[in-house]
C-alpha cells in the first residue's frame, strides 16, 4: 500500500465519520482548507456582534470571497435568520403561555376553591372589606406598596448573591422553593380536584403519585431531563402559583399589583442600574446560562453548562488543525518511503487518526447544540405567573363572562407577538410584562365595563349583530 492509498482512506474514512455523526456541520470541515490557504479566519456560526448564523448560510461561500462580498452576505444572512425564526419563536412562546392560562380558566371555572376568599397573603395585610371606595382604594395601593418591595428587595438579594458566585445558596433556595410547590401547592391542588369530580383515591397512593410527580419534576429542573418534561413542569408549577395568588390576593390589589409590576419590570430590566439587567449581563460576562428553574427556555438548557470536555483530549478540540498536523509529520517523516512501511504502525495510526475524528466530530456536534441554544427565546416564570395572574382574575371576578376572559386571552398573545418584535429589532433584553399586561387591563377593563354590558342588552332585547 502506498502513501496516496492511506491519505485516501483517511479522507475516506474521515468523511464517512463527519457525514455519519454531524452532517449539519459537513461545509465546516470541507471548507476550511480554502480558509488556511487564505489565512482567514472566520467564525462559522457567529456575526461579529454575537448572532447566530444558520449552517445553511455558511454553505454558499460566505467566506473566501473577500471582505467585501462577505459582509454582504452576513447582511442578508441576518435578515433570513430574523424572517426564518421570528414566527417559529412566536409559536415557541404561544404554545406554553397558553397551556398555563388554559390549566389556570379551566381551574377557576372548574374548582370553586381557588375562587373562595378565606384568607390574605402576609404581603397584603390591609383588607378591602369596606363599602368606602376611597379606602378600599388606599389600601389597595398599600397592599401594592408592601408587595412591590418585597420582589424588589428578592431581587436585589438574588442578584448580589449571583455577581458574588454564591451559587450553592441560590440553588439552595431555588430547591426549597421547588420542593414546596411541586410538592405541598400540588398535594393541595390534587387534593381540591378530587373534591370537585368527587373522585376516590387513599392517602397512601396520593402520596405515591405526589412523590413521583416531585422526584421526576425535582430532576428536570434542577437537573437534566427531557425538553418537553421540563417544560411542562415548569408550566405546571407556574400555574400553580398563578392560582395562589388568584385565590390570596384581593381584587382592587391584584389589578394595582399587575398594573405596578409591569412598571417595575420596565425598569428593571431597561435601566442601566436595573436588578435584572445586571442579573443578564453578569450572565453573559460570564458565559453561564441562567438558572433554569427561573427561565422558560424553547431550547435545551443544560446542553451547554453540562457538555464538558475532557481536559486530557483539550489538544483535541480544532479537528482541522490536528489532521492537517499529523499528515504533515506523516509528510515530513516518509517523504520517499511510499513503498516500504510496516503494516502495524499504520493500523495503529489510522486507529489514532480515527479516535481524533471521533472526539473532534462530537465537539463539532456540541458546539452546534451550543448555537441551537443560543436561538431559543427564553422568558421568565414570572411573566407565565402574572400573565395567569390577570386571566385568571378576569375568569373569577368578570361575572363568569367568557368574552371578557378570552379578550384578556386575546390581548396578552398580542402583547407578547409586539414584544416579540421589539426584540428581533433591538435585539437585547427586553421586558415581557408591560405590553402584555397593559393590553390585558385596557382589554378587562373596556370589556367588562362595556362590551359585556353592550351584549347583556342585545341579548334581553334579542337583537343579532
Known amino acids: ?60 461561500g460566505i467566506h473566501g470571497t473577500g471582505p467585501e462580498v462577505r459582509d454582504s452576505t452576513v447582511d442578508d444572512d441576518d435578515e433570513e435568520l430574523t424572517l426564518k425564526y421570528g414566527a417559529k419563536h412566536v409559536i415557541m412562546l404561544f404554545v406554553p403561555v397558553t397551556l398555563c392560562m388554559m390549566v389556570v380558566v379551566a381551574t377557576i371555572k372548574s374548582v370553586s376553591f381557588y375562587t373562595q376568599k378565606n384568607g ?46 454564591c451559587y450553592k445558596f441560590i440553588n439552595g433556595w431555588l430547591i426549597l422553593s421547588s420542593l414546596m410547590l411541586l410538592f405541598l401547592f400540588t398535594y393541595i391542588y390534587l387534593g381540591e380536584v378530587f373534591k370537585t369530580y368527587n373522585v376516590a383515591m387513599d392517602y397512601p397512593t396520593l402520596f405515591f403519585v405526589i412523590w ?41 390589589s391584584a389589578w394595582v399589583i399587575l398594573g405596578a409590576i409591569s412598571i417595575y419590570d420596565l425598569m428593571a430590566v431597561l435601566c442601566p442600574k436595573g436588578p435584572l439587567r445586571m442579573l443578564v449581563e453578569t450572565a453573559q460576562e460570564r458565559n453561564e446560562p441562567i438558572f433554569p428553574a427561573l427561565i422558560y427556555s424553547s431550547a ?70 451550543q448555537v441551537v441554544e443560543e436561538r431559543g427565546i427564553k422568558l421568565g416564570l414570572g411573566d407565565f405567573i402574572f400573565y395567569s395572574v390577570l386571566v385568571g ?7 363568569g363572562d367568557w368574552n371578557t376572559t378570552l379578550a384578556c386571552f386575546v390581548a396578552i ?48 332585547h334579542q337583537l343579532y349583530i
Not at 455523526?21 to 471548507?31: F, G, L, Q, R
Request: hydrophobic share 40%.
Open 300 to 369: 435545551m438548557v443544560w446542553i451547554v453548562g453540562m457538555a464538558k470536555l475532557d481536559p486530557e483530549r483539550e489538544p483535541l478540540q480544532k479537528p482541522i488543525n490536528a489532521d492537517e498536523e499529523m499528515e504533515e509529520n506523516d509528510d515530513d517523516a516518509n517523504p520517499g518511503d511510499s513503498d516500504t512501511h510496516d503494516p502495524v504502525p499504520e493500523n495503529s495510526d489510522r486507529g489514532s487518526n480515527q479516535e481524533v475524528h471521533i472526539h473532534t466530530t462530537s465537539e463539532i456536534r456540541h458546539s452546534v447544540e
Open 120 to 165: 390574605q397573603l402576609i404581603y397584603t395585610p390591609f383588607t378591602e372589606d369596606t363599602n368606602s371606595v376611597g379606602e378600599r382604594l388606599l389600601n389597595s395601593i398599600l397592599n401594592t406598596l408592601i408587595m412591590i418591595s418585597v420582589i424588589v428587595v428578592m431581587t436585589v438579594i438574588l442578584v448580589m448573591l449571583y455577581k458574588y458566585r
Open 212 to 252: 413521583n410527580f416531585g422526584a421526576v419534576g425535582m430532576i428536570c429542573i434542577h437537573w437534566k431531563g427531557p425538553l418537553q418534561l421540563q417544560q411542562a413542569y415548569l408550566i405546571m408549577i407556574s400555574a400553580l402559583m398563578a392560582l395562589v395568588f388568584i385565590k390570596y390576593l384581593p381584587e382592587w
Open 1 to 60: 500500500m502506498s502513501n496516496s492509498d492511506s491519505e485516501e482512506e483517511f479522507c475516506n474514512e474521515r468523511t464517512a465519520l463527519m457525514s455519519a455523526e454531524a452532517s449539519p456541520t459537513t461545509s465546516y470541515v470541507d471548507n476550511m482548507e480554502a480558509q488556511e490557504s487564505t489565512g482567514t479566519q472566520t467564525n462559522r456560526h457567529q456575526h461579529s456582534d454575537g448572532i447566530p448564523i444558520p449552517n445553511d448560510a455558511t454553505d454558499n
Open 393 to 399: 382574575k378576569a375568569a373569577a371576578t368578570a361575572s
Open 413 to 460: 398573545l398580542i402583547g407578547l407577538c409586539l414584544t416579540l418584535l421589539l426584540l428581533a429589532v433591538f435585539k437585547k433584553a427586553l421586558p415581557a410584562l408591560p405590553i402584555s399586561i397593559t393590553f390585558g387591563l385596557i382589554f378587562y377593563f373596556s370589556t367588562d365595563n362595556l362590551v359585556r354590558p353592550f351584549m347583556d342588552t342585545l341579548a334581553a
